[in-house]
């Protein structure tokens, strides 16, 4: 069987078909289909249904030979999009591939002429909230799909599964799981089109992800806020008694993170392949930082984002601004946190530890609180099939004249820890499109066009490649 796709001929193909994709992402893009975290009157908005239901009457277009596509909806739960098309023969494999519709919030100001709900095409760029995290990936699965039936070759089972909860840490995810198991049998391949690239000069692999623990702390002090010349100095401040609680997890000085619970050991595997990817690559994904601001050196850099757990307070209540602030003694001061744990960090244990840490007797006396959500386990990738390595760099070279690589990657995607637990050993491939400068969750996100392009040419390569491994 036909193990590769004629590089010219499937560049040639998605091009073409990539580009005409522009004006329906353009589309969506302009949904503010908000993940439910951000949203709590979601399902009364509406959103997250039309960009589903926008998202799958264009799939249902494509021309492939038997394709069904649905939105599927649970009760109370957020929609997903699933696609099937069968294999070229009765006894192929099934490969599933992985994307999410649902979004961030805007989160910031974004630059004049740029919004995070209308689209701006500049070069190779498409601006827009979603574009690359993770709007593309419908788009990328189908037309690598289509490419397979254009251009005649043996192809898999197919299942394309675009969930509505990705943001919010995948509520959803297990439950959809459930009900869409006799869709998705046992897959020879999984590939996850959710994640990011060190450069824009060839194709790159996940091999980790660390995991999140998002905690919202509260401390308590008033029952309503109280002139600050009556109470200061004799009511403790509310922001004072929560610096102290964090300095129980953080070093402030160094941002260490100081549980056991949040740390593991780094692989010897994964440390060479940082070393050689700061010999290479050096300061490659350069991020936004104001004039003088000291960083990590290169490896140190690639260590900590992969491999170290980390502390970033991402939201404030109780807080008034600058302009609205009186003095006033503040009631209480609540922060979300967001901590990232390394791969192979247990979650729950993990999450357990960071609670009793910032609860246990409370400082003077105050109220706190810290309520948790649901603990998402980081991923380490299996070592790669000959397969999978051969399809990465075959549509590598193709795109860029040069072999595809892995690195490990910092954030975290629920699905890829879920599915492992479901099916072990499984071929997991994770790959995407947020390399330097993309800036998901924050303003000014873009989706680089031709790497949006090399990952769907990608797709069709590990597609028809995993055809022959029934």
């Known amino acids: ?9 499937l560049k040639t193909f998605v091009d073409e ?77 099934t490969v599933l591939v992985y994307g999410h519709l649902d979004k961030q919030p805007p989160l910031g100001e974004w630059a004049p002429g740029l919004g995070p709900f209308e689209p701006v095409r500049r070069g190779d760029r498409l601006y827009g909230r979603g574009t690359g995290d993770d709007g593309y990936a419908v788009f990328a699965a189908l037309l690598a799909l289509e490419a397979t039936a254009a251009l005649g070759a043996g192809r898999p089972r197919v299942v394309v599964l675009i969930e509505g909860s990705e943001e919010s840490g995948s509520p959803d995810l297990e439950a959809y799981l459930d009900k869409l198991a006799p869709h998705l049998e046992r897959p020879v391949l999984v ?56 300095s129980r997890v953080e070093d402030e000085r160094t941002g260490e993170l100081l549980l056991p619970e949040l740390h593991v050991p780094l692989p010897e595997a ?4 940082i070393e ?36 970033a307070v991402t939201g404030i209540d109780g ?44 400082p003077e006396g105050a109220r706190v609180t810290a309520q948790l959500a649901a603990p998402a386990d980081g991923w380490l990738a299996p070592e790669p099939a000959p397969f999978v390595t051969a399809a990465l760099d075959a549509a590598s070279l193709a795109a860029f004249d040069r072999p595809a690589m892995s690195y490990g990657e910092g954030g975290t995607i629920p699905f890829l820890a879920a599915l492992g637990r479901r099916f072990p050993g499984v071929q997991l491939v994770a790959t995407g499109v947020l390399g330097p400068e993309s800036n998901a969750h924050g303003p000014n996100e873009f989706l680089h066009v031709p790497m949006a392009k090399a990952v769907t040419a990608a797709t069709a390569q590990l597609l028809v490649a995993a055809a022959g491994q029934g």
Not at 346 to 352: L, P, V
């Open 276 to 311: 050689d990817l700061a010999d290479e690559f050096g300061e490659a994904d350069d991020l936004p930082v104001v004039p003088g601001l000291v960083l990590p050196a290169p490896a140190d850099r690639l260590r900590r984002k992969a491999w170290e757990p980390a502390l």
């Open 191 to 246: 590939v996850c089109l959710d994640s990011g690239c060190l450069t824009w000069d060839r194709l790159w692999v996940t091999t980790s992800l660390r995991g999140a623990l998002l905690c919202d702390l509260r401390v308590e002090v008033l029952t309503e806020g109280v002139h600050s010349g009556l109470a200061g100095g004799v009511v403790p401040s509310s922001f004072r008694l929560l610096r102290q609680l964090l």
């Open 1 to 9: 069987m036909q193990e590769h796709l004629d590089g010219a001929r």
């Open 319 to 362: 807080v008034p601004s600058t302009g609205q602030a009186g003095n006033v003694l503040r009631p209480f001061t609540t922060v979300r946190l967001s901590v990232r744990i390394p791969p192979g960090c247990d979650a729950a244990a993990a999450g357990r530890a960071l609670v009793d840490a910032l609860t246990h007797d409370p």
């Open 270 to 273: 994964e440390r060479r392949r």
């Open 17 to 93: 078909h990539f580009e005409s994709a522009l004006g329906p992402l353009a589309e969506y893009v302009r949904v503010p289909c908000l993940s439910p975290a951000f949203d709590e009157d979601w399902a009364d908005r509406g959103e997250l249904r039309r960009a589903a239901r926008l998202l799958a009457e264009w799939a249902a277009a494509r021309a492939v030979p038997g394709l069904v596509v649905d939105l599927v909806e649970l009760p109370g739960r957020t929609p997903v999009v699933l696609a099937e098309a069968p294999g070229s023969q009765s006894s192929a494999p």
